[in-house]
């Protein structure tokens, strides 16, 4: 039974967000926005986690930079190429395509077609896989068994 409550509780138990109640906006759908771009950017501080996630100082201070440029009524896009004029690209969890990230973005797809060229070469056709072996063929292969 206690096994089962533990199962349960930790079932139950969400996602810690770093979020503190008086960064949460009154505005439940600029909170909104504001929680969905803070989860689009890295922390500078951990680097593998979003600011949303993060609970370091300056993922703070962006979180209420982001709230505070919603609050005047800029867009999502002006938030965060803001974020990103200010911090540069890094600070992105997802980097945006472009002409410097379009090797990025692209070579995991190159690296599975060249797999795929390469097992597709690999493979014996049919007819070199099946045919008799040659008369010198044969010998070798009864000195070797003897």
């Known amino acids: 039974m206690k096994r089962l409550a533990m199962v349960l509780c930790f079932l139950m138990a969400g996602p810690a967000f770093a979020v503190q109640p008086d960064e949460i906006l009154k505005d439940p759908a600029l909170e909104a926005r504001a929680r969905a771009l803070s989860a689009e950017l890295r922390c500078l501080v ?82 070199e896989a099946e045919r008799p072996l040659s008369e010198a063929e044969k010998s070798d292969l009864e000195k070797a068994l003897k």
């Open 46 to 127: 951990c680097q593998n986690q979003s600011i949303d996630d993060s609970e370091a100082p300056l993922a703070r201070d962006l979180r209420l930079l982001i709230r505070e440029h919603l609050v005047k009524g800029e867009s999502d896009a002006q938030v965060m190429d803001f974020v990103v004029e200010r911090y540069g690209d890094f600070v992105l969890l997802k980097p945006r395509f472009t002409e410097r990230t379009w090797i990025l973005w692209l070579t995991p797809f190159a690296v599975l077609l060249l797999g795929a060229i390469g097992l597709f070469r690999r493979r014996p056709l049919a007819s």
